[in-house]
């Protein structure tokens, strides 16, 4: 997903610098935010006691709990209204770059990662705190249930911890984590690093499995989706995996060009995701080609799917592409630069994207503008929905909330002083 960002913001000159400012960063944040200091000083993996131990369900339907909204990364959001007419809510002020997706619990605390190294919550009315730092980046989007909230840290390590802060565990990818972790059927927890790891975990922190899926030479972005006892997610191998529950691969599929995007899966075990060379692939569950679409662009934005079946995803040819169940295509929409956003689709079929032109764009089922927001950076961050809300992180350091303007009368948000 952050594949021109990341190669941009890790530059061997960079890096020294951005730890130590990092951790000043977080470390005054940390004094004003109470964190616990159990944070600090962990072993690679550090297991807690059964009666703290996260429950095995997933999160409620309801919220928006992971990266792309669902185990399957559909970008749905049936329960979701969604926004006709945008008025701010609020803007949290962080202290670098929002590149993470946000993740909403279910009592509507947004949270969400941060280029200084930490993990923020932010209350339904904006006022925001650190609940843990990293010692680098984080791009991951948190996977956020009742009993714990998990993502990964350009650091290289994987983190499980309360929703108050308290470490769980957190355990050593042994290179740095942009992947997002999801759930399986029985509670596992699974993510991959960089060096093409995908690692299965219990909620305990017991590590079930490791499989490799490419290697140490092709990075990993994409995302996990899961569906049923299948794990599918792209590699910078060029490759497409399927990965059973248990870690043992049951296939590939070639696409030619790195895989940054993450799979979305439909409800019959069909993949949708496309490559670096611009050429978008629905493959069924056993990784066989149903069709191809060619764009003019390199494609690093997750598709979303409607509830029609219809298929949608940006485009570094700054194009949102809608296609049909058979690969056709149904309409375009032009952005003003490159798309690295992935959408999200409301339950009206309305559907909202940011781009690389510092705007996130509403667009109606039919492809024509509803309306475009304008923010002071380009947007990587792809947008979470609740019911009448949408969020998302931008790179000019603010995580934005868009309403409908009757919500502005009805609330009074507290005001930011991060």
């Known amino acids: 997903m952050f594949f021109r960002k990341i190669k941009k913001n890790f530059s061997i000159v960079l890096l020294a610098a951005l730890i130590i400012c990092v951790a000043a960063s977080c470390t005054e944040r940390n004094k004003t935010s109470g964190e616990n200091p159990k944070n600090q000083n962990l072993s690679p993996v550090m297991p807690v006691s059964s009666d703290s131990s996260p429950n095995h369900a997933h999160a409620e339907a309801s919220s928006w709990y992971k990266f792309r909204g669902n185990s399957r990364n559909t970008g749905l959001a049936p329960y979701a209204e969604g926004v006709s007419d945008p008025v701010l809510l609020w803007k949290f002020k962080g202290r670098h770059e929002f590149m993470s997706s946000p993740s909403v619990s279910s009592d509507g605390n947004v949270i969400i990662g941060s280029h200084d190294g930490c993990i923020y919550t932010i209350q339904p009315v904006g006022k925001g705190q650190a609940l843990i730092k990293t010692h680098e ?22 983190y499980v911890f309360e929703p108050t802060g308290g470490i769980i565990f957190k355990s050593d990818m042994e290179d740095w984590i942009c992947s997002s972790p999801v759930l399986t059927e029985n509670g596992n927890i699974i993510i991959s690093g960089r060096k093409g790891i995908l690692r299965c975990f219990s ?16 990075e990993i972005q994409s995302s996990p989706a899961v569906f049923n006892d299948r794990i599918f997610i792209g590699s910078g191998d060029g490759n497409i995996y399927s990965v059973k529950t248990d870690g043992s691969i049951t296939g590939k599929f070639e696409t030619g060009s790195p895989v940054y995007a993450s799979p979305a899966v439909d409800e019959s075990g069909n993949i949708y995701i496309g490559n670096s060379a611009g050429d978008f692939f629905c493959l069924d569950q056993d990784l066989k080609l149903k069709w191809k679409f060619k764009t003019g662009g390199g494609i690093t934005s997750s598709a979303a799917q409607d509830k029609t079946g219809r298929i949608i995803f940006g485009c570094r ?51 024509r503008l509803l309306w475009k927001f304008g923010t002071a950076g380009p947007i990587l961050s792809s947008p979470a929905l609740t019911e009448n809300r949408i969020v998302f992180g931008c790179e000019d350091k603010y995580v934005w909330c868009l309403g409908e303007k009757k919500q502005k009368s009805e609330e009074k948000p507290e005001k930011n002083r991060n």
């Open 317 to 367: 040819d700054n194009f949102v592409y809608c296609l049909n169940k058979d690969g056709k295509p149904v309409w375009t929409f032009k952005t003003g630069k490159s798309i690295e956003s992935s959408p999200a689709v409301d339950k009206t079929g309305r559907i909202y994207i940011g781009s690389d032109d510092c705007h996130l764009y509403a667009l109606n089922a039919d492809g």
């Open 203 to 218: 909620p305990d922190g017991s590590v079930l499995w490791n499989t490799p899926v490419g290697t140490g030479d092709y």
């Open 137 to 158: 980046s984080v791009v991951s989007s948190p996977l956020v249930t009742q009993k714990f909230i998990a993502a990964g840290s350009m650091d290289g390590f994987f």
